[in-house]
Nanobody, 112 residues
Framework: QVQLVESGGGLVQPGGSLRLSCAASGTIFNRNGMGWYRQAPGKERELVAQITGGGNLVNYAGSVKGRFTISRDNAKKTMYLQMNSLKPEDTAVYYC?????WGQGTQVTVSS
């Protein structure tokens, strides 16, 4: 059974940074592409970034390109999302996704 556990969310001021982590268990980690999604209140869940199993290809939503960086450490079975220059509109619950499985989400709030 696949388990995904996110961590690293919190409250940060505009312009600040956070690093999210997603620890996986119960899967052959390096074979699977993964992604980060987010869902703001009253809005649909949207793709933020995705990364291939080997980590060599990444893709970002236009709204975060140049500010967020997705990466993974297959030896640690962990995926990361480095978020810089955060804006209030980045406020959302961030979810880790591996095909067929979702994490429980971690809240990111950007506010002064």
């Amino acid at each position: 059974q696949v388990q995904l556990v996110e961590s690293g969310g919190g409250l940060v001021q505009p312009g600040g940074s956070l690093r999210l982590s997603c620890a996986a268990s119960g899967t052959i980690f390096n074979r699977n592409g993964m992604g980060w999604y987010r869902q703001a209140p009253g809005k649909e869940r949207e793709l933020v970034a995705q990364i291939t199993g080997g980590g060599n290809l990444v893709n970002y939503a236009g709204s975060v390109k140049g500010r967020f960086t997705i990466s993974r450490d297959n030896a640690k079975k962990t995926m990361y999302l480095q978020m810089n220059s955060l804006k209030p509109e980045d406020t959302a619950v961030y979810y880790c996704y591996l095909p067929g499985s979702w994490g429980q989400g971690t809240q990111v709030t950007v506010s002064s």
